[in-house]
């Protein structure tokens, strides 16, 4: 069976990578996989559904032996993607989606080379700032703390494989960018090293 | 508007090739580019549109001034790709597609680096070799010098960007494979070096 890739997908708020996410998850070639936490379970939360629940020392243990393919604080509590539970989905046959920041993606490229990093932007600085404003759920504080973060993350984007824009209601063509990028990944020489070898054996 | 890629496809005889690239060529994205050759026009033959039809020392002036993409020598005629031709097609948006041979493919990777290399292979040397003698129209000899070839070029095929595999019937995969390396391509960060500069300026 074909490995699937691991997608590492970050943006900036108002790129819309979570209603793009949504919609290649609705395909069952793509999957998330379950993120592990050292923080109490809510009513109602599944052991191995929302999260796994993990205690700090196994986090941190997990961690230092290399475990946790990435990982972030959040109020005193550790999230993160188990190494391990990433592997079984790809090994399945499915590509892994990973939602997560600049900082994330970079340790995933170091425990994890063969990741496809992929950046998902607004047309513009300008139209972000638009559009952040038009939801007019949040704080002009809380706009400006994320402006400030598009400002200091974006020249980072060179670190990434893809840049996909979301231009207006774009969110499906961003979806098909993206299922065009694991095609394209898949048929990479880079990753059919023994195509030669195989060629003649098959 | 966004300039269109240089596509170079290869592939061994038996890989299809033909066939993938007249299916891409049926929609508009893609084009191929004039030839230039130093043999005589055939009854009925256009000069700019079957062939540019010039002379040898043109053509050999053009290849030491770097104006040839590519161009082999058959039968003692000389025939290649006027780089000049290849670009006025990338500049009008659409994609160029050359299938030339695998030496070829290096000059082209050399002169413009740009260039995409995609290998269209059969899905096994045995499956290529029973396809070639099931056409029943080539002598031992013709079929013998084709394989022999194959095991020649095939360990080159790690300098190609993609490997398509061509299996049975599926020209029109190869083709959908092919369109979604465009697609990928297109958005690949190398190829938006000034992305990080463009999202603040626009």
Same mark, same amino acid.
């Given at each position: 069976?074909?490995? /699937?890739?691991?997608?590492?997908? !970050? /943006?900036?708020?108002? %790129? @819309? #990578?979570?209603?793009?996410?949504?919609?290649?998850?609705? !395909?069952?070639?793509? %999957?998330? !996989?379950?993120?592990?936490?050292?923080?109490?379970?809510?009513? /109602?939360?599944?052991?191995?559904?929302?999260?796994?629940?993990?205690?700090? =020392?196994?986090?941190?243990?997990?961690?230092?032996? @290399? &475990?946790?393919? +990435? $990982?972030? !604080?959040?109020? /005193?509590?550790? $999230? @993160?993607? *188990?190494?391990?539970?990433?592997? =079984?989905?790809? &090994? %399945?046959?499915?590509?892994?989606?990973?939602?997560?920041?600049?900082?994330?993606?970079?340790?995933?490229?170091?425990?994890? *080379? &063969?990741?496809?990093?992929?950046?998902?932007?607004?047309?513009?600085?300008?139209?972000?700032?638009?559009?952040?404003?038009?939801? @007019?759920?949040?704080? +002009?504080?809380?706009?400006?703390?994320?402006?400030?973060?598009?400002?200091?993350?974006? *020249?980072?984007?060179?670190?990434?494989?893809?840049?996909?824009?979301?231009?207006?209601?774009?969110? &499906?063509?961003?979806?098909?960018?993206?299922?065009?990028?694991?095609?394209?990944?898949?048929?990479?020489?880079?990753?059919?090293?023994?195509?030669?070898?195989?060629?003649? #054996?098959?």
């Amino acid at each position: 069976m074909k490995k /699937g890739l691991l997608i590492v997908i !970050s /943006g900036p708020a108002g %790129s @819309g #990578k979570g209603t793009v996410n949504s919609i290649l998850l609705q !395909s069952p070639e793509f %999957s998330y !996989s379950v993120s592990a936490t050292t923080r109490a379970p809510r009513p /109602g939360e599944v052991d191995g559904v929302n999260y796994h629940f993990i205690t700090k =020392e196994d986090f941190e243990s997990r961690i230092q032996n @290399g &475990e946790m393919l +990435e $990982y972030t !604080s959040y109020c /005193g509590n550790y $999230y @993160g993607t *188990p190494l391990r539970e990433a592997i =079984e989905v790809m &090994e %399945s046959g499915r590509n892994l989606i990973l939602e997560i920041e600049v900082e994330g993606a970079q340790n995933v490229k170091r425990l994890y *080379p &063969e990741a496809v990093l992929i950046m998902l932007l607004p047309p513009s600085f300008a139209v972000q700032e638009a559009r952040l404003r038009g939801r @007019g759920t949040e704080t +002009e504080e809380k706009i400006c703390e994320r402006l400030n973060r598009t400002r200091e993350e974006l *020249p980072l984007v060179g670190q990434y494989d893809y840049v996909v824009y979301n231009r207006d209601g774009g969110a &499906e063509q961003c979806a098909d960018d993206i299922r065009a990028i694991v095609r394209a990944e898949q048929n990479a020489t880079r990753r059919h090293s023994d195509a030669a070898v195989a060629y003649f #054996k098959a």
